[in-house]
């Protein structure tokens, strides 16, 4: 039995909060921001600002003070992965991405000029075979073959053994292994260059953004065509090609040599940063008020794509008008004399869409400390119905209440099943799900710093990240429910005696 640590009734004051949420008022705020006008809320686009304005605009209407200097953003620079230059010249021949070589951006790369390229055989160091042995490749530019080499028995070089070892199936493998060794960048061979390109594709076309400032120290890795590989090779007698080269070593072993040939690799980026917004609205709690109650969703979308206007309606445009709805039901509390013990604090994250940006810069600068935050209640996507729930439609995706803090699990059910009656389907609340849904929204990054979160979701559908995520397809009678269950778990959190501890150790970090 769990001690009788919260009350063991309904609150009928939260239930009169509870109910100033109400689908017709979720409707209303996302037909603005899920609407053509703001241009699907990408992250440093115009209309992520717009929509950080509607929101803050909100919390002021309802009385949310601004939390310091009369904003209620928390602004953070990003910086783009825009190569102003992709130019790989060895002599004066000049190779082109995607035609020969390849290269995922998101690390700025300075100008790197060699007067040698050095051939490292297939850049594997192992105890039968060694292809770095006697060759110092420190702050060079390393060229290396795909997978390892076979005998004409068809014996691994390096294992005696037919089946492929880690150094095929891994590329990583290869390249940390040069990165230990020192070199300045890496020209990686690939077979079936045409297929990777093509599976790799998606990477090339949008530029990511990062939190941290290119600073041109990384070794590039460049994945490059079998082609580009012997052009690069011919300036060597001995190896004059791949298939030659590859031929040499399986018939005498490891073999590599520094070959007198002016490279240039030219991937300059841009370090000129985009500022981006999160969205604040601080209630003051009472008597615990020095802890906080986190509720949190993600306001920024894909934007603008050919012309077509991503608008994210469930995705988070229901999670952002959810926290909207809740701030307004704690200032009401407040206002007639309910406020909450503990502070809420709603936050309304951007970046999310581009690799959980605003939650990961909020945890490294937080406006209140990190061990003063008791819980993070996330909502990402509460305004849809999933396949299997078809015909059992209220019902709600609770993930990773249970994974830090029994009592956190424990709260969320009392309260759901004090006010909201929704079935709870905890099918995705394991970190081993392939999904890894736990990993994918903001409240990781909470819960990676040890703070106990509930990830709220209705499941994936067919219009997840697509134009087609629209208003028309939102059920918010259900989404009223949802919401209100994350009100009410937020209520108990924040009123009742004992603080929600992280009392489970979390299996896995990452
Ligand atoms: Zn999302």
């Given at each position: 039995l769990s001690p009788l640590l919260f009350s063991q009734s309904p609150d009928t004051t939260a239930i009169l909060y509870g109910n100033t949420i109400t689908s017709a008022d979720l409707k209303k705020h996302l037909s603005v921001l899920a609407s053509d006008a703001y241009e699907g809320r990408e992250t440093g686009k115009e209309g992520q600002k717009k929509s950080a304005k509607y929101i803050s605009e909100q919390l002021q209407s309802f009385g949310?003070?601004?939390?310091?200097?009369?904003?209620y953003y928390q602004t953070f620079a990003l910086y783009p992965s825009i190569s102003l230059k992709t130019v790989i010249k060895a002599g004066k021949k000049e190779f082109n991405m995607l035609e020969d070589f390849y290269y995922f951006r998101g690390t700025s790369y300075e100008a790197i000029s060699r007067t040698e390229l050095v051939f490292a055989g297939y850049g594997i160091s192992d105890k039968n075979y060694d292809d770095y042995k006697g060759t110092d490749v420190k702050d060079k530019i390393v060229l290396i073959l795909d997978n390892e080499p076979y005998n004409k028995d068809s014996l691994s070089l390096v294992t005696k053994e037919k089946k492929p070892s880690k150094w095929t199936k891994d590329h990583q493998v290869k390249t940390e292994l040069a990165k230990q060794k020192g070199a300045r960048a890496v020209f990686y061979v690939v077979n079936d260059f045409e297929k990777w390109k093509n599976k790799s594709k998606h990477f090339f076309e949008s530029p990511s953004l990062s939190l941290d400032k290119p600073d041109g120290s990384d070794m590039p890795v460049i994945f490059i065509s079998e082609s580009m590989a012997s052009q690069l090779l011919a300036a060597s007698k001995k190896l004059k090609d791949v298939q030659s080269a590859a031929q040499l070593i399986a018939a005498e072993g490891p073999r590599s040599e520094a070959i007198k040939q002016n490279v240039l690799i030219d991937f300059r980026q841009s370090t000129d940063p985009i500022l981006s917004e999160n969205v604040i609205g601080y209630i003051e709690g009472s008597d615990l008020k020095e802890q906080v109650v986190l509720i949190t969703a993600h306001y920024d979308h894909l934007g603008v794509h050919d012309g077509k206007v991503y608008n994210g309606a469930d995705d988070d445009g229901s999670g952002t008008v959810a926290i909207i709805e809740i701030a307004e039901a704690f200032m009401k509390a407040k206002k007639n004399g309910?406020?909450?013990r503990r502070s809420i604090m709603v936050m309304g994250f951007s970046g999310e869409e581009k690799g959980l940006l605003g939650s990961k810069y909020y945890v490294a600068n937080?406006?209140?400390?990190l061990e003063n935050t008791v819980c993070d209640l996330n909502i990402d996507m509460i305004g849809r119905v999933d396949d299997k729930h078809k015909d059992s439609a209220d019902y709600i995706y609770i993930i990773g209440?249970?994974?830090?803090s029994k009592r956190l699990h424990e709260v969320n059910e009392k309260a759901n099943a004090w006010y909201t009656k929704l079935k709870l389907d905890?099918?995705?609340?394991?970190?081993?799900?392939?999904?890894?849904f736990y990993y994918r929204s903001d409240h990781y990054n909470f819960a990676k710093n040890g703070i106990p979160v509930i990830f709220y979701f209705n499941g994936t559908h067919a219009?997840?990240?697509?134009?087609?995520?629209?208003?028309?397809?939102?059920?918010f009678e259900l989404m009223e429910k949802r919401a209100r269950l994350v009100f009410y778990t937020a209520w108990v959190i924040a009123n009742m005696d004992e603080r929600i501890a992280a009392d489970k150790k979390q299996e896995n970090k990452d």
């Open positions: 949310i003070p601004p939390m310091k200097d009369g904003i309910h406020g909450p937080p406006v209140f400390p209440s249970d994974m830090l905890y099918a995705y609340n394991d970190i081993k799900d392939k999904n890894r219009d997840y990240h697509k134009e087609s995520d629209e208003i028309e397809k939102i059920n």
